[in-house]
């Protein structure tokens, strides 16, 4: 059986249980415990989480984590160019040193009313676009599949997705995010 690799933030907890569950008996799901966090963060866990494992497909995000703000701060958690070359980095060492197949998910929208009313800071939708561009830029240049998560909560629905906090999902909206995973990874199994 392949072996398939998540890492990610939050969401990818929320939609961890929904992959393992469509591809069960079909790949072996590994994934770090905890939340990956920062690009900072999965640079600094690559050897342990990646590399040291030998995955057959990575299917990585970040992005939630570096983008956030203090409230009134002018300056993100990871600035743009730093989280770029973070990303730069990963998936340079990826490539140099695993066999697997890479695939960069795209960071999930947020509702940024939602998320100011109830989090001890911000994070802004301009921040997810920028982002996001940021990290496509860097995907094109290494040649990565791309599981667009960004457009697949757009096209059905952000809003009617996110829980009040406005940045993690409903049942609904993770078994969409899983779903999503999954048709990214299914093809990347063999007969």
């Known amino acids: 059986m392949k072996r398939i690799l998540l890492i990610g933030d939050s969401i990818r907890l ?19 415990r905890e939340n990956g ?11 342990e989480w990646a ?3 030998q995955p057959d497909v990575v299917h990585l995000n970040c992005g939630l984590h570096d983008l956030r703000r203090e409230f009134g701060a002018d300056e993100n958690a990871v600035p743009l160019a730093a989280y770029e070359e973070n990303l730069e980095r990963i998936w340079s060492r990826l490539q140099g040193e695993t066999e697997a197949a890479l695939i960069w998910a795209t960071t999930t929208p947020v509702h940024e009313g939602r998320h100011h009313a109830t989090k001890g800071f911000d ?5 997810v676009v920028a982002y996001n561009a940021a990290a496509l830029r860097v995907a094109r ?8 998560l960004y457009a697949t909560v757009m096209s059905a629905g952000r809003d009617r997705l996110l829980l009040p ?7 609904e909206g993770y078994a969409l995010l899983g779903a999503a995973v999954v048709a990214a990874v299914r093809p990347l199994l063999g007969a």
């Not at 249980?17 to 072996?28: D, K, P, S, W, Y």
């Not at 994070?123 to 921040?127: G, H, L, S």
């Open 14 to 32: 929320g939609y961890e249980a929904h992959v393992r569950r469509a591809l069960e008996g079909q790949a072996e799901i590994l994934s770090p």
């Open 37 to 47: 966090g920062t690009s900072v963060n999965v640079l600094a866990h690559l050897d």
């Open 51 to 53: 590399i040291a494992q």
């Open 123 to 127: 994070r802004f939708e301009a921040d």
């Open 141 to 148: 240049r290494h040649e990565l599949a791309i599981d667009d």
């Open 165 to 171: 906090d406005g940045v993690h999902y409903t049942d």
